[in-house]
């Protein structure tokens, strides 16, 4: 079918909207707030709790050590 005029068919069209996906999903990816871990969270926790005084600096060692990864590790293999 020839292109008359100024109009566009339906394939230009389709990559026109392509390419605004694209674009959408590029500003999403920049935009988007990075996820913390919930070992990060739970870090911050215990250096708030220290701040505070509620814990000792031996509980916060021992509480992080407990939240290394290796040592959950260790733990599920028993």
């Given amino acids: 079918m020839p292109m008359l005029g100024w109009s566009m068919g339906i394939d230009a069209w ?3 909207a392509a390419w605004v ?3 959408a999903v590029l ?3 920049l935009v988007r707030e990075p996820r ?3 070992r990060d969270e739970a870090v911050e926790i215990l250096r708030t709790r220290l701040a505070r005084g509620e814990i000792t600096n031996d509980e916060f060692s021992r509480a992080v050590a407990l939240l290394n990864p290796q040592h959950l590790n260790q733990e599920g293999s028993r």
């Fill in 21 to 23: 996906v694209v674009m």
């Fill in 14 to 16: 389709l990559f026109m």
């Fill in 36 to 38: 913390k871990s919930a």
């Fill in 27 to 29: 500003v999403w990816f």
